[in-house]
């Protein structure tokens, strides 16, 4: 059974940081992060491929690290420099012979 599960949101201050966290089960392979804020689109935010490449969004790079542990089958994603207008859900998605998302963790940047 393909499952995605993310981990690791929650409410912190600006200039604050978090660690995300992204368990897959049933073979699929997690291929990065995105992120939908209230009354918008889900966006893309991060990207991370077999070879460990990784690639992002303008608006998270030099903040936002994305990365891999293959044996926990794992992807994280360090957020550090968080702004308000990063408040979203975030959800990491994955793909096996179609494409699987999780349900999603809640990151609030507030004073």
């Known amino acids: 059974q393909v499952q995605l599960v993310e981990s690791g949101g929650g409410l912190v201050q600006p200039g604050g940081s978090l660690r995300l966290s992204c368990a897959a089960s049933?073979?699929?392979?997690?291929v990065g992060w995105y992120r939908q804020a209230p009354g918008r689109q889900r966006e893309w935010v991060a990207a991370?491929?077999?070879?460990?490449?990784?690639s992002y969004a303008d608006s998270v790079k030099g903040r936002f690290t994305i990365s891999r542990d293959n044996a926990k089958n794992t992807v994280y994603l360090q957020m550090n420099g968080l702004k308000p207008e990063d408040t979203a859900v975030y959800y990491c998605?994955?793909?096996?012979?179609?494409?699987?998302w999780g349900q999603g963790t809640q990151v609030t940047v507030s004073s």
């Open positions: 998605k994955g793909i096996n012979y179609g494409t699987y």
């Open positions: 991370i491929d077999r070879d460990f490449s990784t």
């Open positions: 049933g073979g699929v392979f997690i």
